[in-house]
């Protein structure tokens, strides 16, 4: 490898249009929103998520605004039979992908002695795994065609950042954010640009449908905490479009915010301020969480008290 291959690397997909592009968690928030915009630049769409109905919504929609769906299916990331099987199909009937997008993802919190064995195996089986057996069944034909693409992971604030209730997905997300590192320099040999997507607050349904693990959510308290999150948040059209750019200008840490930018920043920079810092966080989360607690055991007394 030359040296102006070591320092630059030639964007591999400049622009969508014409372009074949996969997306997972097409039905809604980040994934639904990246598939219309996609579609409005001239993607030639893939689209798939776990529910039939919503996912039949987005490619009406799609294809109602002379967007392009070549081709939709429901299924579970998860199952690495079923993306394998999935991979077939679109490759007897559609053909190599130019850009894979690994959008599909869920959230789960709490603190240890809370999350139970299945929290910690669902989020790793859909945010890692799910992503995972994406790219090992759509990807080995993007580096035989020798023409180059692109893959867009997304993981999370909590893939860069010690934040709070978040070790189980924590684990799902810097698990892949160290994928999408590797993958970034093993593929840049094949023309294959790889995008790692660190949301922040992004005002999706499941900021209302998150389980968060021994936490009462009728709390008011809480239910401040939640509304505060609502106010800071981008919409996902936002995301959509910071995603589209990253692809566009082949940027390997795409942020859909400022603050999570600076807090990564800063983390590297500053580590005992950091560190700090998120152990005021912690602690405020602790608070919250006995709070919570009281108002559980209130809840239940009051349950179970003769009437």
Known sequence: MGLRELLFMDTPVP????????????????????AQAAAARGAELVLTDLHA????????????????????????????????????????????????MNIAGISAWGTVENLE????RKLV???????????????????????????????????????????????????????SEVLRFDLRRHGIGVSLVCPGGVDTPLVDSVEIVGVDRENPRIKAAINGFHKVAVSPDVA?????KGVRKNRFLVYTSFDIRFGYWWARKFALPYE????????RFDRLAR????????????????R
Do not use: C
């Not at 372009?19 to 997972?24: F, G, N, P």
């Not at 700090?276 to 602690?283: G, P």
């Open 125 to 179: 089986d859909v945010n890692l795994m799910g992503p995972i057996h994406i790219i090992e069944s759509f990807v080995p034909q993007m580096i035989r065609r020798g023409r180059g693409g692109h893959i867009v992971n997304v993981s999370s604030a909590a893939g860069l950042l010690a934040l709070p209730w978040h070790a189980a997905y924590s684990a799902s997300k810097f698990g892949l954010r160290g994928v």
């Open 276 to 283: 700090i810092a998120m152990r005021v966080a912690n602690d």
């Open 15 to 34: 622009s969508l249009r014409g372009r074949k592009v996969l997306i997972t968690g097409a039905a809604s928030g980040i994934g639904r929103a990246t």
């Open 240 to 244: 959509a479009a910071a995603i589209l």
């Open 291 to 306: 709070v919570s607690a009281r108002s559980l055991e209130a809840r239940a007394a009051d349950e179970h008290s003769p």
């Open 53 to 100: 109905d919503p996912l039949d919504d987005v490619v009406a929609a799609i294809t109602a605004a002379d967007g392009t769906v070549l081709y939709h299916v429901a299924g579970d990331v998860s199952d690495f039979d079923w993306v394998a099987g999935f991979a077939r199909q679109v490759d007897a009937e559609v053909g190599v992908m130019d850009v894979v």
């Open 117 to 120: 064995h299945r929290h910690w």
